[in-house]
Antibody, heavy 121, light 105 residues
Framework: EVQLVESGGGLVQPGRSLKLSCAAS????????MAWVRQAPKKGLEWVAT????????YYPDSVKGRFTISRDNAKSSLYLQMNSLKSEDTATYYC??????????????WGQGTLVTVSS | IQLTQSPSLLSASVGDRVTLSCKGS??????LAWYQQKLGEAPKLLIY???SLQTGIPSRFSGSGSGTDYTLTISSLHSEDLATYYC????????FGGGTKLELK
């Protein structure tokens, strides 16, 4: 069974940093693209970052480019999101998600339960 | 690519045939998926590649469309289908639509 468990969320002041983690199990982690998707309170879904199977390619929307860094450790079956220079508008539940098909970026098919990040002074 | 979903709120009764719309600002080339999100839960993939049903999803859900216009249809609404539905594309970047909230009439 595919399992994705996020951790690392919490309350952080504007301008500070936070690192999220996602522990994966139930599948061969190194075979899948992974992504982070966020959802602000009572708002819709927003794609945040995608990383290739090896970690050599990463992709971001303009809203987080230059501030967020997605990375992975295939030996530990873990995904990470380093978030710097946090803003109040980054307040959201952050989901870790796995692609549907191996070796390609496609649809986030399996999701964790999310971790809440609150950016506030 | 921007995705516009309509309506933003849809009221329907159990047993109704329900149609949700998603329109792209550019051609999506059928790389379009639909997600269901219930309150307090993570999104669930229902349909991918426009009309492929994800494993375990009931056959009352179906997708169609091409180019910039796509549709999710629920053939006969069940009470457990009450949720917010999002479309998603990855033909050019990765984008979610704003969502359609489906509620009981």
């Amino acid at each position: 069974e595919v399992q994705l468990v996020e951790s690392g969320g919490g309350l952080v002041q504007p301008g500070r940093s936070l690192k999220l983690s996602c522990a994966a199990s139930g599948f061969t982690f190194s075979n899948y693209y992974m992504a982070w998707v966020r959802q602000a309170p009572k708002k819709g879904l927003e794609w945040v970052a995608t990383i290739s199977t090896s970690g050599s390619r990463t992709y971001y929307p303009d809203s987080v480019k230059g501030r967020f860094t997605i990375s992975r450790d295939n030996a530990k079956s873990s995904l990470y999101l380093q978030m710097n220079s946090l803003k109040s508008e980054d307040t959201a539940t952050y989901y870790c998600a796995r692609g549907l098909i191996m070796y390609t970026t496609d649809y986030p098919a399996y999701w964790g339960q999310g971790t809440l990040v609150t950016v506030s002074s | 690519i921007q995705l516009t979903q309509s309506p933003s709120l849809l009221s329907a009764s159990v047993g109704d045939r329900v149609t949700l719309s998603c329109k792209g600002s550019q051609n999506i080339n059928n790389y379009l998926a639909w997600y269901q999100q219930k309150l307090g839960e993570a999104p669930k993939l229902l349909i991918y590649k426009t009309n492929s049903l994800q494993t375990g999803i009931p056959s009352r859900f179906s997708g169609s469309g091409s180019g910039t216009d796509y549709t999710l249809t629920i053939s006969s609404l069940h009470s457990e289908d009450l949720a917010t539905y999002y479309c998603y594309q990855y033909n050019n970047g990765w984008t979610f639509g704003g969502g359609t909230k489906l509620e009981l009439k």
